[in-house]
């Protein structure tokens, strides 16, 4: 089975800081998505990057696929309270997808 | 709208009392899964299917049983539900079984069994 280990497990700062989370595995993926989920809601895809060194940006949300396609950042640029959640990163291979355990992030105002 | 939809969205049940869990979805997809998301094990994968009529375990299938009559439908049923599984279920779905595909989750149900 592959395991994805997501980082920090919990992170709270202050609206306008700057932050990454990292989802980390010994596995190679062949894509590795992103996904947000809000309480009371399922989680919502971000973005799915295929290709080693691949970076996607979405709005203040940057997505960088490791080289060896191991692993996977997300960085967020001036904090919004609206970004607050919890972060998702799932791999895909030849299981199907495997779930990071998810970053929660606090965005205080 | 496109979309998965679950339900119910909160149940209270004794242990042994048989429950169904309904999803559906609207957009044709082929894959459909259920997943279960508990505190500190996140989201794991319950059954799975690949299209009608063909099911396949995921990794915690114990204690659950599930069927594909239907494209739109992918019920998931406790037959003896137990306090451990006590839960949120996801229910998701995407086009085809490919792993790069993103996968629309339904908004949760949260069961309890005392």
């Known amino acids: 089975t592959q395991l994805l280990e997501q980082s920090p497990q919990f992170l709270s700062i202050q609206e306008g800081e700057n932050l990454t989370v990292y989802c980390n595995s010994s596995?190679?993926?062949?894509?590795l998505q992103w996904y947000r989920q809000e309480p009371g809601e399922g989680p919502v895809l971000l973005v799915t990057?295929?290709?080693?060194?691949e970076v996607k940006k979405l709005k203040r949300l940057t997505f960088q696929f490791g080289d060896a396609r191991k692993d996977s950042s997300l960085h967020i640029t001036a904090a919004q309270p609206g970004d607050t959640g919890l972060y998702l990163c799932?791999?895909?291979?030849?299981?199907?997808?495997?779930f990071g355990k998810g970053t929660h992030l606090i965005i205080q105002p | 709208e496109a979309q998965v939809t679950q339900n119910p969205r909160y149940l209270i049940t004794v242990t042994g009392k048989k429950l169904t869990v309904t999803c559906s979805q609207n957009?044709?997809?082929?894959?459909m899964s259920w997943y279960r998301q508990d505190p500190g094990l996140g989201l794991r994968q319950i059954y799975y299917?690949?299209?009608?009529?063909?099911?396949d375990k995921g990794d915690v299938p114990e204690g659950y049983k599930v069927s594909r009559k239907e494209k739109r439908n992918f019920p998931l049923i406790l037959e003896s539900p137990s306090p451990n599984q006590t839960s949120l279920y996801f229910c998701?779905?995407?086009?085809?079984?490919?792993?790069?595909?993103?996968?629309?989750f339904g908004d949760g149900t949260r069961l309890s069994i005392l």
């Open positions: 998701a779905s995407s086009l085809t079984g490919y792993s790069n595909q993103p996968q629309h």
């Open positions: 596995s190679v993926f062949s894509s």
């Open positions: 990057v295929v290709t080693g060194g």
């Open positions: 799932a791999g895909g291979g030849a299981d199907g997808l495997t």
């Open positions: 957009m044709n997809h082929e894959y």
């Open positions: 299917s690949m299209n009608v009529e063909v099911t």
